[in-house]
């Protein structure tokens, strides 16, 4: 059954123009890479969805992009707060790959962290707008940064299993160089768990859930 408790804030840091996150971890199972968690800071009427960037036995963190309301009001917590946390949700990266490549574009590196150490810390390539928001590449072993006007999709070697996470146009630009790869997409969400249909997309004119059936889909799919 899912059930959303209330955990306190271990630690916050700003990571170029991101916070990072710190929560006690209590019971919570940190789950798959690409997993996601609803966070909710006091007083807020939606709870955000949030990719788990780091887990350690004590710790859960996440990666947040203060860009509206809810997303400030988690990067504003102080050590000590307490947030409602319902996770993990939705479906992860599968593991099960040979050569793994990560690809991580701008705030879409938040589960590379998680996902790099769950597998061994593969070479990553990603890309940022600035070198102030390229600061976060340094939660990330093995990575080769680029910056605009240079994408992910100009260096990124072939012959890899690619596992993205990034703005909707990165993520089709890979999917139109290669049926390898694992595509964790974004929507707005409001429930996380598939009761509001808040979260539909259009993916080859197919509707889909992104919280049940993604955020992880195969890009052959
Ligand atoms: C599965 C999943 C994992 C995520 N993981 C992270 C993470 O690790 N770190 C992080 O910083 N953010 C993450 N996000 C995005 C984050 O949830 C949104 O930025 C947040 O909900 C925005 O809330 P807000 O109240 O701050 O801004 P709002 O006022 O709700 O939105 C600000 C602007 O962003 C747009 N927007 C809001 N949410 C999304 C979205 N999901 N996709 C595209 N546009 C959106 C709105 O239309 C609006 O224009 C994730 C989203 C999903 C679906
Ligand atoms: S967020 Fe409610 S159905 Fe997906």
């Known amino acids: 059954m899912l059930t959303r408790a209330a955990h306190s804030v271990t630690g916050t840091e700003a990571v ?3 916070t ?8 919570l ?3 798959l890479p690409g997993q996601f968690f609803m966070l909710e800071a006091p007083g807020r009427l939606l709870p955000r969805p949030m990719s788990l960037c780091l887990a350690t036995e004590s710790e859960l963190a996440f ?3 203060p860009i ?12 000590g707060d307490r947030l409602a946390i319902l996770g993990p949700l939705g479906n992860g990266f599968r593991l099960d790959v040979e050569r793994p490549l990560l690809v991580g574009g701008g705030i879409g590196i938040a589960p590379l962290p998680y996902l790099s150490e769950r597998l061994d810390n593969p070479p990553a390539v990603l890309g940022f707008r600035t070198s102030w928001h390229a600061e976060a590449a340094a939660l990330v072993p093995n990575a080769e940064v680029v910056l605009e006007p240079i994408y992910v999709t100009e260096v990124m070697p072939a012959g890899h299993d690619v596992l993205a996470c990034g703005p909707a146009p990165m993520l089709e630009a890979i999917r139109a160089l290669t049926p390898h790869a694992q595509l964790a997409w974004e929507a707005p969400m409001a ?6 249909w808040g979260c539909v997309v259009r993916i080859d004119g197919e509707l889909k859930r992104l919280c ?3 955020p992880v889909l195969d890009a052959a799919a």
Request: aromatic share 6%; charged share 20%; glycine share 22%.
């Open 68 to 79: 509206g309301p809810g997303t400030r009001a988690l990067c504003s917590l102080e050590l």
């Open 212 to 214: 049940v059936e993604g």
């Open 191 to 196: 429930c996380g768990y598939g009761a509001c």
């Open 29 to 31: 199972d940190p789950g």
């Open 63 to 65: 990666l947040i992009d």
């Open 20 to 27: 990072l996150l710190r929560i006690q971890r209590g019971d």
């Open 16 to 18: 170029g123009p991101y």
